[in-house]
């Protein structure tokens, strides 16, 4: 079947822009994951969503970062007034259900959006 | 405390040979250590994964090291090859919640 896809898979744009980008994860997974990747980094946690809630939204940098998630299935990531800072690859990742911990669990990445802030 | 060390930040090894790439983490509530194998252009994939209540774990050519007293874990690849050439993160997950804290990766370079 389908793996998690990400779109778009580049966007360019201007600093003070908003930018979405979204994530489509795999058919049946109730845990979906955003994260942050810069040049040369690890992933950095932004945000998971349980269903369409998201307890967990403590690694958010900023107030101009939100995300949303709607029908237990696509999420959408918004960075408002987007700066330099911003650019990295965001990856969406999917579980079948959230902890991690087991097979069941594993978390399955797309292929990141590069977000360029000129 | 939230965060995971991991070294060394990059490693080129001969075809054949054994890469160990190692990590250590502070917070004693991690309770699942994965590794991630990330290829050019692609998203992080799960390699291997490992709990505290174990020392060792093995899935084919991938050997996860487990030191709950040090804090420390580290993986082995045995019989390297080319097509191992990658960026390899480690992980811990709190125990009570489902993020993820990663390494900053170790690029291996397998040479043939």
């Known amino acids: 079947g389908a793996g998690v896809s990400q779109s778009p898979s580049n966007k360019v744009t201007e600093k003070g822009k908003d930018v979405e980008l979204r994530c489509d994860p795999i058919s049946g997974h109730t845990a979906l994951y955003w994260y942050r990747q810069s040049l040369g980094q690890g992933l950095e946690f932004l945000i998971y969503f349980q269903g369409n809630s998201a307890p967990d939204k403590s690694g958010l940098p900023s107030d101009r970062f939100s995300a949303e998630r709607t029908g237990g299935s696509v999420s959408t990531l918004t960075i408002q007034r987007t700066q330099q800072e911003d650019s990295a690859v965001y990856l969406c990742a999917s579980s079948l259900i959230a902890g991690g911990r087991t097979e069941g669990d594993t978390q399955y990445f797309g292929p990141g959006t590069r977000l360029t802030v000129l | 405390q939230q965060q995971v060390k991991q070294s060394p930040q990059s490693l080129i090894v001969q075809k054949g040979g054994i890469p160990i790439i190692n990590c250590a983490y502070e917070?004693?509530?991690?309770?699942?250590f994965p590794w991630y194998q990330q290829f050019p252009g692609k998203g992080p994939a799960l390699l291997i994964a490992i709990r505290p209540d174990v020392s060792e774990k093995k899935e084919g050519r991938f050997t996860i090291s487990f030191n709950k007293s040090a804090k420390q874990f580290s993986l082995h690849i045995m019989d390297s090859q080319p097509g191992d050439s990658a960026t390899y993160f480690c992980?811990?997950?709190?125990?009570?919640?489902?993020?993820?804290?990663f390494g900053p990766g170790t690029r291996l370079s397998v040479l043939p």
């Open positions: 992980a811990s997950l709190r125990n009570y919640g489902q993020n993820f804290v």
């Open positions: 917070n004693t509530a991690f309770d699942y």
